[in-house]
């Protein structure tokens, strides 16, 4: 608990320093004609920002409460680092309509299947100290709810790492269509990978093994068979609040933008944490505001003034967008609470029933 407590706090401290300074920076630059590029690159660097912090933060916690970092943990971060990585080299919106553009666009819809291929393969090859595995083929909602048809060939492997690819590639481009508007993506991600500091210590707490208690033991059926589940709370605490700290200074209008590096890096964290925990299928609940803003954008206009908003301008900077952005973030809170409810529920109803 001490270690998710510290990368929380940490990372959300090093990331609203890190905006601080990149803004400071970004205004000296100003008055320097030879400095255009980095300074262009540098306002739209807020998910490298949120990332580094997260990271740095990660291991900051590890080393202070004298803990090791774990395979799932560094696979999380890793998968945030690569797809971040990603979403900078593209540098543009993800559905332009001509010349370099185009294939940018293109690159990125293969790279980011390929990048989710590579992770689902090691994950589920994979195994822990105790010999579990990091995640697995059978059929994932709150937890393993049974092994996919042809379980144990070739065949179920295929299967999961086709469920991972599938999930993670939607996930991430679905969010990188909502980087046009200034503190959409932070706002309703903090929700979304905050809920998994509650799932994964839930689990930690209902695990199927201990120090005592040997992972041959018969488990009880509302226990959890998960990889290291403390240390993906920690792993998502420290992306939550980076997150946060990022929002401090950018919420709307913001002065560093998010970006596709942070819709990606977000992308990549939550498809990671969905299969390392064994819930893919309740991410599509969670996440399912981050992944579908362009109708829900619609939706929200619908039912606030039977018309379909209008942003002022790409980062808008009127009432009108901020309604729509705070509305947005009830939404995504409202669909986190229905996930982690589900989530609760489940548990409970598999005690009742031993």
Known sequence: MITIMIGGVAST???FVLSFLAIKVHKSLRQRPTTTG???WLHESGGTLVVISAVLAYFSAHLVSQSTPTTPG???LALAVVFGGIGAASGTDLYPSSGPRRLRRWVTL???PAAA???AVAMLTMKNARGLPLAH???SFTRDVGPVLWSGTVLAFIAAVALIVVLTSAVTIGI???TRVDGLIPGAAVAAIGSYVLIGFWQFNQICHSSTNSAAAVPAPECYSVANPLDL?????CMAGALLGFLWWNTHPAQIHFGHDGAFAVGGTLSALAALSHTELLLVLLAAPLALWPVLRRVIGSVSNGSEPTLSARRGDNLSDINLIVRYWIVAILFVTAGISTFYLEWVLLSQAA
């Open 13 to 15: 401290a090093v990331s």
């Open 38 to 40: 980095f300074r262009k």
């Open 74 to 76: 560094l696979a999380v």
């Open 110 to 112: 293969i790279v980011i």
């Open 117 to 119: 291929l590579v992770f």
């Open 137 to 139: 083929t059978s059929i």
């Open 176 to 178: 990188g269509s909502a």
């Open 233 to 237: 709370a920690t792993t998502a605490a």
